[in-house]
């Protein structure tokens, strides 16, 4: 629980300050950061990197031999949510722009690369 909770202030804290460059950085080259659906795509990240983290520390201690296949799961999970949500507004012009690339992309490897390294450390660990 405590690795847990470490984990979602940790992911809020880096998601915040990521938010706020990003938001600036669209501001600054002249685009509308919450027409990039910005705001739902950090939120969106943040809620599912908390479940996927909470279900793999769930069975972290019983059932470690299994955490790849959860990991693996939650990344098909993350990619469909993508899919479903996300990709219809962005290729509403029938292409992506890097701009709506990156409202999606930058939160998405930020959560992965969190969840990824707190997870090989604590399989490091035991």
Known sequence: MKESLRFLITLLLVL???????????????HAWDSFLLVESYGSNFLMVAVSFTILMRFYKSKSFSLGFIFMGGFLVKMAIFMIFFKPTYSANNSISGFEFSAFFVP??????????ILVSLLNRS
């Open 16 to 30: 915040g300050i990521a938010f706020s460059v990003q938001s600036y950085i669209f501001t600054e080259l002249n």
């Open 108 to 117: 998405y490897a930020i959560c992965l690369a969190l969840e990824t390294i």
